[in-house]
């Protein structure tokens, strides 16, 4: 039982340079978040999904897009890197109906 | 708008003592309130979560919390801790009938022999 999947676990851009990360979760889940997580800040909302096709802005949405094609996939995209998004990127997925949210191992992301 | 404050950022104490990690919250709905842990390089775990009902919850690994509404907080304790426990941990909110989970900036607990 996989839970939920973050790919890649490491990565290293340069400034300007795009790449898109990705959440795959099998437990069937409506909602899908991403979070960034900063030293002292905890975790902060970027961006997330009630469900297939629909998306939202969280506290810190600038800089990031996100696409939900389909219910098991959260793809997080960042179109021109910036240092300031060097961070450890945590997906989280949530049942309707349900108060736990079961999150993944995290992407660390460096821009230099 | 909901927030989260937990009012230490590091925690260190002996292993077997007692300790206490303090959050408070403040919204103006109804609220379900969470602790999650993560333990070095990994994801956060539920440790516990206060939905309804008693104030007093219990969770994994002998923690417990205590919610306090009249005073916003929802402060997790733990009555011997062990050199395992060392972890960061994050307190957390979601009003009742909304999507998103608000966190806390995370305490970090460091147990020493």
């Known amino acids: 039982n996989a839970g939920v999947t973050q790919t890649p676990k490491f990565r290293v851009l340069k400034t300007g340079q795009s790449m898109t990360l990705l959440c795959a979760q099998d437990?069937?889940?409506?909602?899908m978040y991403w979070y960034r997580q900063d030293p002292g800040m905890g975790l902060r909302l970027i961006h997330y999904?009630?469900?297939?096709?629909?998306?939202a802005k969280g506290e810190v949405p600038d800089g990031y897009n996100v696409s939900r094609l389909k219910k098991q996939n959260f793809l997080l995209g960042l179109e021109s890197a910036a240092p300031s998004q060097t961070s450890v990127y945590f997906c989280?997925?949530?049942?309707?109906?349900?108060?736990?949210?079961?999150f993944g191992q995290g992407t660390r992301l460096t821009v230099v | 708008a909901q927030s989260v404050t937990q009012l230490d950022s590091q925690v260190p104490v002996f292993e077997e003592a007692p300790v206490e990690l303090r959050c408070n919250y403040s919204?103006?709905?109804?609220?379900?309130l969470f602790w999650y842990v993560q333990y070095p390089n990994q994801g956060l775990q539920l440790l516990l979560k206060?939905?309804?009902?008693?104030?007093l919850v219990k969770g994994i690994n002998g923690f417990e919390a205590e919610f306090n509404k009249s005073q916003t907080s929802f402060h997790l304790r733990k009555p011997s801790v062990h050199i395992s426990d060392t972890a960061e941990y994050f307190c957390?909110?979601?009003?009742?009938?909304?999507?998103?989970?608000?966190f806390g900036a995370g305490t970090r607990l460091f147990v020493k022999a």
């Open positions: 919204s103006s709905v109804s609220v379900y």
């Open positions: 206060y939905l309804s009902g008693s104030t």
């Open positions: 999904s009630v469900g297939e096709g629909t998306t």
């Open positions: 989280a997925s949530r049942k309707q109906g349900n108060t736990e949210a079961f």
């Open positions: 437990m069937n889940h409506e909602y």
């Open positions: 957390a909110v979601k009003d009742t009938g909304g999507f998103k989970t608000i």
